[in-house]
T-cell receptor
């Protein structure tokens, strides 16, 4: 079974600085997807970024980028130029490609951006 | 074109009562999940429906919890004889099975359950 580990329960960063959230996973699969979801205080879960395992190039979405290390099974999220609106819980998630098995989430990292 | 809809958005109930929480997934989404999230905590997987296959109930915490998905669409999560530890936000999510590139998981806004 796949597992996803987020080793940082809480983190904080100053506005405009850069922060990196860690995520590692365990799988025997070769083809899969990885995701980062954001949950602000409004509690609406929002997809931030996704990565397909067969792609070597790291995904980027504006200020958000990932460092995907397939051999190390690591999938960290970098937030550049942090904004107050980035304050939220961040969840890393894993899904098998084309599979019918459930998406697996990590336990989350609570990020606070300070003014 | 609506997203995942959950009702009620808030529910207060007395200990020992039964409650039903409803989830309307996005039309055409064959996968449906229920998660529980205690205050400030992570997502606890409860149950997963995928098409016509038998649901994955491995996350249900006790036999007081059950869920149905009728006609492959609407789902109801039922908690019998509620306890105070059941107080949490219950999130529903849906997606198209096997299409993670084009169809990531879409979440509802959740039902906040408070057991007094």
């Amino acid at each position: 079974a796949q597992t996803v580990t987020q080793s940082q329960p809480e983190m904080s960063v100053q506005e405009a600085e850069t922060v990196t959230l860690s995520c590692t996973y365990d799988t025997s699969e070769n083809n899969y997807y990885l995701f980062w979801y954001k949950q602000p205080p409004s509690r609406q879960m929002i997809l931030v970024i996704r990565q397909e395992a067969y792609k070597q190039q790291n995904a980027t979405e504006n200020r958000f980028s990932v460092n995907f290390q397939k051999a190390a099974k690591s999938f960290s999220l970098k937030i550049s130029d942090s904004q107050l609106g980035d304050t939220a819980m961040y969840f890393c998630a894993f899904a098998k490609q084309g599979g019918s098995e459930k998406l697996v989430f990590g336990k989350g990292t609570k990020l606070t951006v300070n003014p | 074109g609506a997203g995942v809809s959950q009702s009620p958005s808030n529910k207060v109930t007395e200990k020992g009562k039964d409650v039903e929480l409803r989830c309307d997934p996005i039309s055409g989404h064959t996968a449906l999940y229920w998660y529980r999230q205690s205050l400030g905590q992570g997502l606890e997987f409860l149950i997963y429906f995928q098409g016509n296959s038998a649901p994955d109930k491995s996350g249900l915490p006790s036999d007081r919890f059950s869920a149905e998905r009728t006609g492959g669409s609407v789902s109801t999560l039922t908690i019998q004889r509620t306890q105070q530890e059941d107080s949490a936000v219950y999130l529903c999510a849906s997606s198209v099975v096997g299409q993670w590139v084009n169809s990531p998981l879409h979440f509802g806004n959740g039902t906040r359950l408070t057991v007094t």
